[in-house]
């Protein structure tokens, strides 16, 4: 069963290598490609865009081969197969994609003496995003089926609290290596809204806004519910109706979907680093982790609610 | 940090919570330098007025375990140690076993010379 499991991966990551190859191929036997390269045309099909033979050819075999490097990699570092399989499909398409066209312009472009006498045929585009398309659904369809594999149920100790006794849980969450990466990420952003694309430089400063409000979190647990703040205003909330029980775990980044604040088919976690933690358990059967460096009195608080609700109701 | 308060308590709320901060400081949970909760979010988690874990807080302030700075919030002081701590603890503990048999401070004074 996992030698199956473990074949199948293969051939997935096998196919998303398929466009490296073949381009590859593509511009090695293809002969008297025209220097430049036409690269774009206008909705007639006229050439309107070019780029150097070896510009060209460096840029679609770093693309397809980084997104077939990225796809192992993605199977290698992570620990949650959906995380790995999603990742795996977004490499794939991003391959296709720029594999379907390339091929599409050595194709059309072999043995025309320059660049303006390649015309654009109709059916490249399609065929590209039909191909882009395609492959993601027949990973999606070969990605083996793991049964997911319950953790060992870590420590789950419990509050005793009296009926009308009130309680409140509250840690402030700091991560230094958010903090400096926020930082630096401002540093990079204001560099590029003074010198170069406005709206690159936007980009990496909503990045900053969202790394800098993960170096500080506050977790407030109380008869609500557990509660995430991030920075002014943001406000992550798992209702106390929807907990059936917490527990102390140790969290694997890379079990949870990687760094910061994740959201994956089976549950959304902040993770700040690896280490202790809270684990919460969901009625619809998704969990909720976030690294804490002393669990056990969130975790008491919340079997303790939960033990009270139930008691009560 | 943990607190938790009993609304049919007859001690008051603040008093409840100055007197966790305390326990917590005594037993070494907090030390010197850790920041307290905001004191809005424990009045929110609580459902009680954030004035009322303020003056919690002031109380402890003056009681020379806490620092309070504007913008920072509130901080273990330096000097509350675990063991300065506890004797503080007792100390209260002694004068209000004292108050409850009527006896004034000075009483309590002479008590204590009395017996070292």
């Given at each position: 069963m996992e030698t199956l499991g473990r074949t199948r991966r293969v051939v997935a990551l096998a196919l998303v290598a398929v466009p490296f190859v073949v381009v590859g191929v593509a511009l090695l036997t293809a002969?008297?490609?025209?220097?430049?390269?036409?690269?774009h045309w206008n909705i007639h099909g006229d050439v309107n865009g070019t780029m150097s033979r070896t510009a060209f050819s460096v840029m679609v075999l770093v693309v397809t081969g980084a997104a077939a490097v990225l796809a192992a990699g993605f199977v290698w570092a992570h620990e949650d197969d959906a995380v790995r399989r999603w990742g795996v499909q977004a490499c794939a398409f991003t391959a296709y994609l720029m594999g379907g066209l390339s091929l599409g312009t050595v194709l059309l472009a072999a043995?025309?003496?320059?660049?303006?006498?390649v015309r654009l045929r109709w059916y490249v585009v399609p065929a590209a995003l039909v191909a882009a398309l395609g492959a993601p659904a027949v990973i999606h369809i070969l990605w083996p089926v793991v049964p997911v594999r319950k953790p060992a149920a870590g420590a789950s100790p419990r509050l005793d609290l009296a009926p009308g006794e009130r309680a409140v849980y509250v840690a402030t969450l700091r991560s230094r290596g958010m903090l400096a990466l926020g930082v630096g990420c401002a540093l990079v952003g204001v560099v590029l809204l003074l010198t170069a694309d406005l709206m690159v430089g936007a980009v990496v400063l909503a990045a900053t806004v969202a790394l800098l409000a993960l170096s500080r979190v506050t977790l407030r647990v109380d008869d609500g519910g557990v509660r995430l703040g991030f920075g002014p205003g943001v406000r992550v909330r798992v209702p106390?109706?929807?907990?059936?029980r917490a527990e102390v775990a140790d969290i694997r980044p890379m079990a949870w979907g990687?760094?910061?604040y994740r959201a994956r088919p089976g549950g959304r976690a902040l993770v700040l680093r690896a280490g202790p933690g809270m684990v919460l358990d969901l009625s619809d059967g998704s969990r909720f982790a976030v690294t804490l460096d002393e669990p056990a009195d969130a975790v008491a608080l919340v079997n303790g609610l939960v033990g009270r609700r139930h008691e009560t109701a | 940090m943990l607190i938790r308060v009993d609304p049919?308590?007859?001690?008051p709320l603040a008093e409840q919570i100055a007197a966790q901060v305390r326990g917590a400081i005594a037993a070494g949970r907090l030390g010197p330098g850790d920041r307290l909760a905001p004191a809005r979010e424990l009045a929110e988690g609580l459902g009680v007025n954030m004035h009322t874990v303020l003056r919690a807080y002031s109380a402890l302030r003056d009681e020379g375990l806490l620092e309070l700075r504007r913008g920072r919030g509130a901080t273990v002081h330096a000097a509350a140690t675990p063991d300065a701590t506890r004797l503080r603890n007792l100390a209260t503990e002694l004068v209000t076993a004292a108050r409850r048999l009527g006896m004034s401070a000075d009483d309590v004074v002479e008590l204590v010379r009395s017996v070292s």
């Open positions: 002969g008297g490609l025209p220097d430049p390269v036409p690269t043995g025309v003496p320059a660049a303006p006498g106390m109706e929807r907990i059936e990687g760094w910061g | 049919s308590s007859r001690e």
